[in-house]
Structures are given as C-alpha cells and as structure tokens.
C-alpha cells in the first residue's frame, strides 16, 4: 500500500537556505544531513561535503525532501522527483516495473541511508 507521496526537490547548493524559508512560510521541523556526514562522503569531492546530501521539512502529515546534489541529467524545469513510500516491498517492487516500462531507470530501488 502506498502510505505517502513527498515531492523532492532539487536545489542547486541553496538547499538549506530554502528549507529555512519553507520553514519560516509554513513551520515545521527542518533535518539535514550533509554530503560529509553522509555514506557517500568518501565517493564525493571534498569541495561537494559541505553541500545537503539529504534535507527534510516535516509539517503536519506533510513533507518536503531536498538535496544539493545535482546530477548531469538536472536540468531547468525538472528539479522534482516525487518519492513514493510503500509499506509492503513486494507492492513496491510491482510498481517500480510497472513505472520503468519502457523507461530509462535513473535511479534503481535500493535502501537510502
């Protein structure tokens, strides 16, 4: 069963201080975890370590998922990817198929932190 839909948006090194001004609109509570305390740190350059790995804003049964990292295939206008959380892997794993059909996969189903 699909239990939430979260946008998550790509931020071009400013995402923390777009979390900051979601947060001061809407309240909530921000999360961040930086490209250096992340597993990827060493797959990194240093220069990218202080940038936001991964960044979260949770408000009511709502939130919004970010990152600093921008990959080659961002470009203007596609900076949002919608996660989708499932409560059953066997439902996630039909999906996920069924989404990729004929598709380009950009990022497989894995465990993420």
Do not use: W
């Amino acid at each position: 069963m699909i239990s939430n839909l979260y946008p998550y948006i790509n931020f071009n090194g400013n995402c923390e201080a777009a979390l900051t001004f979601y947060q001061s609109c809407l309240g909530g509570e921000i999360k961040l975890l930086s490209v250096k305390d992340s597993p990827a740190a060493p797959q990194l350059p240093s220069e990218m370590h202080e940038k936001i790995m991964h960044g979260e804003i949770k408000f009511g049964n709502m939130m919004i998922m970010a990152t600093d990292i921008n990959d080659q295939r961002s470009q203007t206008g596609n900076a949002v990817s919608l996660f989708i959380h499932f409560t059953e892997e066997d439902e996630l794993m039909r999906a996920f198929e069924a989404l990729s059909a004929g598709g380009a996969i950009t990022l497989a189903v894995a465990k993420q932190f």
